[in-house]
């Protein structure tokens, strides 16, 4: 497989393309480009829980009271907002770094490195002596991530053709999910064996070895982007000043878009906007509703943080060999079905209590669906983009896709009260309705070429 993509914007479904046996299907899976993927998205994946889940657990262990804790998780808007400072990532050349290693490749490990530095300097800060240093240092890890997946996004789409990209994203998926459990469960062990024995209560040093662990575990990603090749896309062409600049950074991304796509922008905007609504409005009220039915945290944990992560996986891993085999937009059809669908499950559960063997059941179907859908939709976004301004385009359509659902989940809880679980998962499934009619319509976009 070439390192190396055509200037062009890429197509999710070639026409008349000749089908892949199911052998060379999954082969993709050993490729190099894919490898580099699977190590890429663990450092993608490590930072998140790190300023979000994570951080709120060690600050309330330390005391502090759940209205700070609650704005302290605007740090995460920084992943909402990543196409603000995009076009920069996508356009402007590092003094040194860029022509040692390339545009892609430098943005990727300057935004590591601040991700370390960030980690590090949250080791150093124990919350209750000194918050306000760590909040800055967990803001420095949050940008810092947030420019590494504007960057590691557009190296991913440079990086393989179409019919790669969904295998591309379901290895990236992958690394990203064993760095999700190692930075939440796997922080949480490494404090509690951190802690002195014999002493009962908050300890600060035990978090602060795990969070050095953490900013450590980054070099996984520093290594592979130092040992990987850099993509060859069309260098941009040089800007004749700060105008001629910002026009071929900003204004020249999204006109692209529109340009190919004209009057259907506003289809596949309104797709992305609303794919993922079911599973982020039902996410907000999933943790309450296992600890409202009398699941253990070691049930919890076991089941939904372990497991559940695992059948992610495996969806990612069908989601990426269907749409190989089949077509981006027929296993996107699939996912939009299955994971609303998914959602109902739930308020079955509800009706039957403690029981953990369906608490399973419902976890295995529910992750399955999702991670399919997941793999699916990051490669039906990889294929919207024209390499030329991949990193923009790409950061505004993942950008998108949060805006909507995380502001609707905000209500999750008063609808919970006023209605109960069973109306709640029923609900959200109901969301789902739209969403599959609107990727029946996209089926039909088929965008002009790129100029």
């Given at each position: 497989m070439s390192d190396s993509t055509p200037s062009t914007a890429i197509a999710a479904d070639p026409p008349a393309p000749a089908r892949l046996s199911w052998r060379d299907a999954l082969r993709v899976y050993l490729e190099p480009a894919s490898l580099r993927m699977l190590a890429?998205?663990?450092?993608?994946?490590?930072?998140?829980?790190?300023?979000?889940?994570?951080?709120?657990f060690w600050l309330r262990e330390a005391g502090?009271?759940?209205?700070?804790?609650?704005?302290?998780?605007?740090?995460?808007?920084?992943?909402?907002?990543?196409?603000?400072?995009?076009?920069?990532?996508?356009?402007?050349?590092?003094?040194?770094?860029?022509?040692?290693?390339?545009?892609?490749?430098?943005?990727?490990?300057?935004a590591q490195c601040a991700v370390v530095a960030g980690l590090a300097g949250m080791a150093q800060h124990d919350p209750r002596a000194s918050l306000v240093p760590l909040v800055w240092c967990a803001l420095a890890v949050a940008f810092g991530s947030a420019t590494q997946d504007i960057a590691l996004d557009a190296y991913r789409i440079e990086s393989a053709d179409a019919r790669r990209q969904a295998a591309l994203a379901a290895t990236y998926q992958t690394g990203y999910r064993l760095a999700m459990i190692w930075a939440g469960a796997g922080v949480l062990w490494v404090a509690a064996r951190a802690e002195v024995a014999g002493v009962a209560g908050y300890q600060y040093g035990a978090w602060s070895t795990a969070y050095g662990v953490m900013a450590a575990s980054m070099l996984v990603g520093i290594a592979t982007v130092l040992l990987s090749p850099e993509p060859a896309p069309s260098p941009p062409a040089p800007a004749k000043g700060v105008a001629d600049w910002l026009r071929g950074a900003v204004v020249e991304p999204f006109a692209d878009f529109i340009g190919r796509y004209r009057w259907q922008a506003a289809l596949v905007l309104g797709l992305i906007a609303v794919y993922r609504i079911s599973d982020v409005v039902m996410g907000i009220m999933a943790n309450p509703f296992y600890v409202d039915m009398g699941f253990t945290k070691d049930e919890?944990?076991?089941?939904?943080?372990?497991?559940?992560?695992?059948?992610?996986?495996?969806?990612?891993?069908?989601?990426?060999?269907?749409?190989?085999?089949?077509?981006?937009?027929r296993v996107l059809m699939l996912g939009a079905l299955a994971s609303p669908a998914s959602n109902l499950l739930f308020a079955w559960l509800g009706g039957r209590g403690h029981d953990v063997p369906a608490l399973v059941f419902v976890v295995s179907a529910d992750n399955l669906a999702g991670g399919i859908a997941s793999a699916a939709f990051i490669a039906y976004l990889s294929s919207l983009t024209n390499v030329n301004y991949s990193a923009t385009q790409y950061a505004l359509f993942s950008s998108l896709m949060l805006l909507l659902p995380k502001w609707l989940a905000g209500f999750s809880g008063r609808f919970v009260d006023a209605h109960g679980y069973g109306s709640f998962f029923t609900g959200t499934a109901l969301l789902g309705v739209p969403v599959l009619i609107l990727a029946a319509l996209a089926a039909r976009v088929h965008p002009r070429a790129s100029a």
């Open positions: 890429l998205g663990f450092s993608a994946g490590l930072p998140l829980l790190l300023v979000l889940g994570t951080l709120s502090i009271d759940r209205t700070t804790i609650g704005y302290l998780s605007w740090v995460g808007l920084a992943y909402g907002f990543k196409w603000a400072w995009a076009p920069l990532v996508d356009r402007l050349p590092i003094p040194l770094l860029t022509r040692w290693l390339g545009r892609r490749r430098s943005w990727l490990l300057l919890v944990a076991a089941v939904t943080k372990i497991y559940g992560v695992v059948m992610t996986l495996a969806g990612a891993f069908v989601g990426g060999v269907l749409s190989m085999r089949l077509g981006v937009m």
